[in-house]
């Protein structure tokens, strides 16, 4: 059986590393992976227990414990382990499903810091807040999204390709099919059993029932922890309404042309943040750090998988005939894309992708994004080649306090000395689509080669 390989592995083994390790929550939208990986990452312990708290028995060990030496004790002899093994990992799977489990986490790091315990529930993410007393200060987390471009190639076995992309800068030679793999990569998108069935079929067609099967799970799970049945239906046409609307600033007073509540939408679309299908990217209206989003201003949405978007807005096609991505579906699913790569740049849950606007009578600009790095704002735009217009940049760029830009688009990656219509000179990167998930290497590498320095 094939074994995909996911970067956070790295994150994982430094968790693992830690002397005041703290039990580990790994969050994530269903069907990214969790599962998967954490059985995979109990190799690289002495001795792994696996408890899928769907399982009745598995759920009755934590009920009928009246403490935690009885539950510890318990799991050992259920599962037939070495209680005495100190490198053991504990993977609760499914733990929304028993509170009091979620709640014997803080008790396994006051008591029983030597045991490894990872924890994952496909519907955690939204349960937390509502249903369970959480164990605040007592856990850490990690975020597990969709596959990356670079986990992609790995997974469908261009280990040579995928070495070459880890260079900075990438060999001019790889463009070509490095942007030809993105390419398929925008169309399937980033969500495990796609990619495996696409890998093993080589047929985009037959992964149309996949991505409707996802859907209808996810909105069967939505439901699942919605408070009475009027707000079932308005996540069933939030949810539904969501694939036209997608990278678009949205107002949630009826929303996709219903009669639905600002309150009742807002209501459904934190739900729908918390369980991580999709993130409302709030407009940062300063030019300077920190990002700071304004929640009054109109967000933009951004969905799970671009994969997705591309069957429900009947773009895979399109993607596939076209030389430029940013040509499809007015420009959306290509930033869509980026704005995917960049959430994939960061495993923290806390992590959410802004973009920059200015709402002036006669004087409106918008950049698609916004990121931090090396205390400054950069400002991230997504483009047609060389010859789209980069008014919105300008504008940006004689705000900020610095001299970095970032165009996202079909060509190789270059570095052009630029000056903005006011005449302020600055460094425009032109990023390829495929390196958006290493951009803050490449700023490294920018600022080094080019001594780039803040300005005052």
Same mark, same amino acid.
Not at 5 to 34: D, T
Not at 418 to 437: E, Q
């Given at each position: 059986?094939?074994?995909?390989?996911?970067?956070?592995?790295? =994150?994982?083994?430094?968790?693992?590393?830690?002397?005041?390790?703290?039990?580990?929550?790994?969050?994530?939208?269903?069907?990214?992976?969790?599962?998967?990986? *954490?059985?995979?990452?109990?190799?690289?312990?002495?001795?792994?227990?696996?408890?899928?708290?769907?399982?009745?028995?598995?759920?009755?060990?934590?009920?009928?414990?009246?403490?935690?030496?009885?539950?510890?004790?318990?799991?050992?002899?259920?599962e037939n382990k070495n209680i005495n093994e100190k490198d053991t990992l504990l993977f609760i799977d499914e733990i929304q499903n028993e509170p009091v489990a979620v709640q014997h986490l803080r008790y396994f790091y006051e008591k029983y810091p030597r045991i490894f315990v990872i924890a994952a529930g496909s519907t955690l993410e939204s349960l937390l807040s509502k249903k369970i007393s959480f164990p605040v200060g007592r856990v850490e987390f990690l975020l597990l999204r969709p596959f990356s471009f670079d986990e992609y190639l790995l997974a469908s076995k261009q280990n040579n390709l995928h070495k070459l992309l880890q260079q900075i800068p990438v060999?001019?030679?790889?463009? =070509?099919?490095?942007?030809?793999?993105?390419?398929?990569?925008?169309?399937?998108?980033?969500?495990?059993?796609?990619?495996?069935?696409?890998?093993?079929?080589?047929?985009?067609?037959?992964?149309?029932?996949?991505?409707?099967?996802?859907?209808?799970? +996810?909105?069967?799970?939505?439901?699942?922890?919605?408070?009475?049945?009027?707000?079932?239906?308005?996540?069933?046409?939030v949810i539904k309404s969501c694939f036209s609307k997608f990278n678009e600033r949205i107002v949630f007073q009826g929303f996709g042309n219903s009669v639905y509540k600002s309150r009742e939408v807002s209501e459904t679309f934190d739900l729908l943040q918390n369980a991580f299908l999709l993130n409302l990217i709030y407009p940062a209206t300063d030019a300077k750090l920190p990002i700071t989003p304004n929640?009054?201003?109109?967000?933009?949405?951004?969905?799970?998988?671009?994969?997705?978007?591309?069957?429900?807005?009947?773009? =895979?096609?399109?993607?596939?005939?076209?030389?430029?991505?940013?040509?499809?579906?007015?420009?959306?699913?290509?930033?869509?894309?980026?704005?995917?790569?960049?959430?994939?740049?960061?495993?923290?849950?806390?992590?959410?992708?802004?973009?920059?606007?200015?709402?002036?009578?006669?004087?409106?600009?918008?950049?698609?994004?916004?990121?931090?790095?090396?205390?400054?704002?950069?400002?991230?735009?997504v483009k047609l080649g060389k010859s789209g217009r980069l008014r919105s940049l300008h504008a940006f760029i004689d705000l900020c306090n610095h001299q970095t830009a970032i165009r996202v688009c079909m060509n190789a990656f270059s570095v052009e000395k630029?000056?903005? *219509?006011?005449?302020?000179? +600055?460094?425009?990167?032109?990023?390829?689509?495929?390196?958006?998930?290493k951009v803050h290497d490449y700023l490294d590498w920018v600022n080094e080669k080019y001594r780039i320095t803040r300005l005052t």
């Open positions: 059986m094939d074994v995909f390989r996911r970067n956070i592995e790295k =994150q994982l083994l430094e968790w693992k590393a830690k002397s005041n390790r703290k039990p580990l929550i790994i969050r994530g939208a269903r069907q990214v992976g969790k599962t998967t990986l *954490i059985k995979l990452f109990g190799a690289a312990f002495k001795q792994f227990i696996y408890l899928n708290l769907e399982i009745q028995d598995n759920r009755r060990i934590f009920t009928e414990s009246s403490d935690i030496h009885t539950l510890v004790n318990l799991i050992f002899i259920k060999p001019d030679f790889t463009h =070509q099919k490095l942007e030809e793999e993105f390419k398929k990569y925008s169309i399937i998108g980033g969500m495990p059993e796609i990619i495996k069935e696409y890998l093993e079929t080589g047929q985009i067609a037959g992964l149309n029932s996949l991505y409707e099967g996802l859907l209808i799970s +996810y909105m069967e799970d939505a439901e699942k922890y919605a408070r009475n049945d009027s707000i079932q239906k308005v996540f069933r046409h929640k009054r201003k109109s967000p933009k949405l951004q969905m799970l998988d671009t994969g997705l978007l591309a069957y429900f807005t009947d773009s =895979q096609r399109d993607l596939l005939l076209t030389k430029e991505i940013v040509e499809v579906y007015k420009g959306k699913i290509a930033e869509h894309i980026v704005g995917q790569e960049l959430l994939a740049t960061s495993y923290s849950p806390l992590y959410h992708l802004n973009f920059w606007a200015r709402d002036k009578n006669q004087s409106a600009a918008e950049v698609d994004f916004v990121i931090s790095d090396r205390g400054k704002m950069i400002p991230i735009e630029v000056s903005t *219509i006011k005449g302020k000179p +600055y460094f425009l990167i032109n990023l390829p689509f495929y390196l958006v998930h």
